[in-house]
């Protein structure tokens, strides 16, 4: 792709003027293309991006070929494949004034800057670090839905005795089983209505995806299971594929050992327990041990 000579975005009350021109979201890419050559395209399970890595931009679309948000790229480059190689360092204003010279006041609990100029959203990162801003995000403003149960994920201590475990990862395998297959377990989480519906931050799934996000395995960590179902677990297997894995891990390849279960001393309090089917072998002592307690050991996937 070409780099043009000379780009200005300028982010005004009546549109964004990118040069000359006057947009208004969503924009036609290929009218992009033609200020910005061609982007590198990359398919998302929930949107594309394009990406022109020659001037710090991205663009991400829900329709084919029609741009809702561009996120410019300022500083503190992030290591995403879809990341632009190259930062912004052409000239961005705002309402005619460098954006560098504006003082906003940022969000008292995050890094963050959220601003509406005319008919455009603005979501602005800061990086402390450098003391200026890392990205820059330009989308149509909209009013916030009013969003139906907001507090579907507010924590609730059980009514009853709460279950205890030595591994996290076991404790998973059996919010699979109770939470996604009996639906035993309310709500059943959803990672997108918990980001939407998370006050603190705004959480973005498609950067932060490729890793466990913090607030996701916090929930987890801190949900109550009643021992009144522990009679309900009468077989482990874990796949791949599995629910849980996917709503805290999405982009999830399956090739580490993340959700591996290292300690299995949790089968004590689950009477019905008959079988074991794990990502990990188990070492002959925990073997003998599980054949005590009358389980078996199956369909063993060795990472």
């Known amino acids: ?5 000379i780009l200005e975005i300028d982010i005004t009350d009546k549109g964004l003027k990118i040069n000359s021109e006057l947009f208004t979201f969503p924009i036609d890419l290929n ?14 399970k929930y949107n594309d991006i394009y990406t022109w890595h020659e001037i710090g931009v991205l663009g991400y679309s829900k329709k084919k070929k029609q741009i809702e948000t561009l996120e410019i790229y300022l500083s503190n480059q992030k290591d995403l494949k879809f990341s632009p190689r190259k930062l912004f360092n052409q000239v961005l204003k705002i309402n005619g004034e460098s954006y560098q010279e504006i003082k906003f006041k940022k969000n008292k609990k995050s890094d963050f800057v959220e601003k509406q100029i005319g008919n455009n959203s603005l979501y602005m990162e800061f990086n402390e670090k450098d003391s200026q801003y890392s990205t820059i995000s330009i989308t149509d403003f909209k009013e916030p839905p009013i969003l139906q149960d907001p507090d579907r994920y507010d924590y609730k201590p059980v009514a009853g005795e709460k279950m205890e475990f030595a591994d996290f990862n076991f404790k998973l395998a059996i919010i699979q089983i109770l939470m996604y297959e009996k639906e035993l377990l309310r709500p059943k989480f959803d990672l997108y209505e918990f ?14 995806g490729y890793a466990l996000i913090p607030e996701v395995t916090a929930y987890f960590e801190k ?8 009679s309900e677990i009468t077989e482990i297997y874990q796949d791949g594929g599995d629910d849980i894995y996917l709503n805290m891990l999405c982009f999830w390849d399956g090739e ?20 074991l089917s794990l990502f990990s072998d188990t070492q002959f002592k925990e073997r003998e ?5 009358g389980i078996g050991v199956e369909n063993i996937y060795i990472r």
């Not at 792709?1 to 000579?5: E, F, Q, R, V, Y």
């Not at 006050?199 to 799934?205: G, L, T």
């Not at 041990?289 to 307690?293: E, G």
């Open 195 to 208: 980001v939407e519906r998370y006050k603190d931050r705004e959480i973005d799934v498609d950067e932060e």
């Open 1 to 5: 792709m070409k780099k043009p000579d």
């Open 223 to 230: 949900l109550e299971i009643d021992k009144k179902f522990a």
């Open 256 to 275: 580490d050992d993340v959700f591996n279960i290292n300690t299995i001393t949790d089968v004590e309090q689950f009477s019905n327990l008959k079988t």
């Open 289 to 293: 041990y599980l054949k005590s307690k």
């Open 31 to 44: 009218k992009l293309s033609l200020i910005f050559g061609e982007p590198d395209f990359f398919k998302m």
